[in-house]
């Protein structure tokens, strides 16, 4: 019944995003809504738990989102 298993590094955040990349905001290259706040944005995991980490990344993106719409 469950794991922690989480995948990371397929859609990595750079400081100059190019196709399948992310910049710091999460906003997937070539797209103008599309951002992706899990793991998947992690350029390296650590080896330890990263649960709290990736929750922190989503709320920081999930306000950048927020003040980018108001």
Known sequence: MGNSLHYAGTLPMKAAPGPYQTDAGGRLFGTTSVY???GAAFTE???KNLTFTIM???ARIAG???RASE
Request: glycine letters at 0%; a neutral charge; proline letters at 8%.
């Open 36 to 38: 992706v706040v899990d």
């Open 45 to 47: 995991l650590p080896a």
């Open 56 to 58: 922190a990344n989503a």
């Open 64 to 66: 950048i989102v927020r």
